[in-house]
Nanobody, 119 residues
Framework: QVQLVESGGGLVQAGGSLRLSCVVS????????MGWFRQGPGKEREFVAT???????LYGDSVKGRFTISRDNAKNTVYLQMNSLNPEDTAIYYC?????????????WGQGTQVTVSS
């Protein structure tokens, strides 16, 4: 069973930065397509970013130019560097993994980490 554990969330002032981490159990992490999603209060879940095993990335429009997704296959970890945060970024951030590079869905999800941005 694949398990994902996020960390790094917290309270930050507008304009600040945070880096989220997601550690994935298992020996095939390097093959996984990894993603970050978020769900703000009263909002639907929103796509944030994805990174494929080869390092290609894709970002949601609301975070382009501010957030960076990266991965360290030696540590089974995917990161989300978040800069220039604003209150609209307040949400629970979820890490997701899938072994199928061509799928649009994700098979495995973490429990989420709270990010709160104060104005």
């Amino acid at each position: 069973q694949v398990q994902l554990v996020e960390s790094g969330g917290g309270l930050v002032q507008a304009g600040g930065s945070l880096r989220l981490s997601c550690v994935v159990s298992g020996r095939t992490f390097s093959r996984y397509r990894m993603g970050w999603f978020r769900q703000g209060p009263g909002k639907e879940r929103e796509f944030v970013a994805t990174i494929w095993s080869g390092g290609s990335t894709l970002y949601g429009d609301s975070v382009k130019g501010r957030f960076t997704i990266s991965r360290d296959n030696a540590k089974n970890t995917v990161y989300l560097q978040m800069n220039s945060l604003n209150p609209e970024d307040t949400a629970i951030y979820y890490c997701a993994a899938d072994p199928d590079p061509g799928s649009k869905g994700y098979s495995y999800w973490g429990q989420g980490t709270q990010v709160t941005v104060s104005s």
